[in-house]
């Protein structure tokens, strides 16, 4: 049966700053591709806890299956319902209490994640665990969503084995409760797809998300964002592997999902736009890149981005710009450096690499006045 197009997991924005070289721009999208194994990881997908729907779908499908009434404001689209241990004897009210303050805890991570704050994030996601284990005991799906967050956090710590067994535990406890077939089980296949890749073993890693999106497509259809995302992973892949034609292709058709389904300003667009940026570069189709860099620029402006997100639409539009326009890519460099530097996220080669790029072009410019 085809499910509807509810939020089934929710992606990172993307550390897309090249950290290897400078040059020109096909050089440095080159470089970038390659250096993608000691990135961030692209866009770990995360599960909701149970349900198809916001945080507050998932506590009213808590009340609805305990019987509580009016304690909690309910909205449609949940599909998984939570049951809970018979062992454990907790009220309906306190069920539902405890199922918010664990989704608070969860977001605050996400929050904590987010701003840099490892630590913290890693504390008040493992609280959330914590919380929903004493009141729903061992079973496993409930957890699946704050594992895949712990495998992110461990993923920016640059502990990818500890990633890789957190998500295989996700994986291992969806497919016990919900089956092999379940679309949030090829959120985990997606998952342990970039892990792999993160790890170098790029080959495992692709054959991981092609695995990922055939079980979407057949559960989902073509037409939903969860879908996107694996093909936005997919072309990163087939850059790496230096398959521009294919990488341009997941990339497009990435695009016209996200905006078919989120509209012209989401996130995902922006990232979808960049990737087929980086791969009209790499192409050496220098307009057609600054054209999806402008337009990923734009919605990153308006819509809420991390600081490393716009640091990079900035520094990939100026690099297009370079020839046709100096002065106005210098200003774009310098305002990504100047961004990406106040940035929790900020990592060192990445802005030697722009201010590197800067000081290339003021030799152009010397040599352009001389």
């Known amino acids: ?205 692709r054959a991981l998300l092609e695995e990922a999106l055939l079980r979407k497509v057949a559960a989902l259809g073509w037409e939903h964002v969860s879908v996107a995302r694996t093909q936005v992973a997919l072309g990163d892949a087939a850059l790496r592997g230096d398959e521009i034609g294919e990488a341009i292709q997941c990339f497009a058709a990435a695009r016209q999902t996200f905006e078919a389904c989120e509209g012209p300003m989401s996130s995902g667009l922006a990232g979808a736009l960049m990737g087929l940026g980086r791969a009209q570069m790499r192409r050496g189709a220098i307009m057609e890149a600054s054209f999806a860099f402008e337009r990923a620029l734009r919605i990153r402006e308006a819509t809420p981005c991390s600081p490393t997100a716009l640091a990079a639409s900035r520094f990939f539009l100026g690099m297009t710009m370079a020839g046709s326009a100096p002065d106005e890519a210098c200003a774009l460099v310098i305002a990504a450096v100047e961004e990406y530097q106040a940035s929790p996220e900020c990592r060192p080669r990445n802005l030697e690499v722009m201010r590197a790029w800067l000081g290339l072009q003021a030799v152009h410019t010397i040599r352009r006045a001389g």
Not at 69 to 97: C, F, N, Q, Y
Not at 186 to 198: C, D, E, K, Q
Request: aromatic share 4%; charged share 30%; hydrophobic share 45%.
């Open 1 to 205: 049966m085809m499910m509807t197009n509810t939020r089934l997991d929710a992606m990172e924005e993307l550390d897309e700053l090249p950290t290897m070289a400078f040059g020109s721009p096909r050089t440095v999208a080159y470089n970038f591709d390659s250096y993608k194994e000691e990135r961030e990881v692209d866009a770990i997908d995360e599960l909701p806890t149970v349900a198809l729907g916001s945080p507050r779908t998932v506590v009213a499908t808590v009340a609805r299956e305990v019987g509580v009434k009016d304690e909690v404001e309910e909205e449609e689209g949940a599909t998984v319902a939570l049951l809970r241990d018979p062992a454990i004897k907790r009220s309906p009210l306190e069920m539902a209490r405890a199922e918010k303050e664990a989704e608070r805890q969860v977001e605050r991570g996400v929050e904590a994640m987010n701003a840099g704050a490892l630590g913290l994030a890693r504390q008040e996601i493992s609280g959330a665990m914590a919380l929903r284990r004493r009141v729903y005991g061992e079973d496993g799906a409930w957890q699946a969503r704050a594992l895949f967050l712990l495998a992110a956090v461990a993923c920016r710590e640059g502990t990818f084995g500890e990633a890789e067994w957190l998500v295989e535990d996700a994986k291992a406890r969806l497919e016990q409760r919900l089956g092999v077939m379940d679309p949030r089980v090829a959120v985990a296949l997606h998952n342990a797809g970039l892990i792999a890749g993160r790890r170098g073993e790029r080959a495992r890693g």
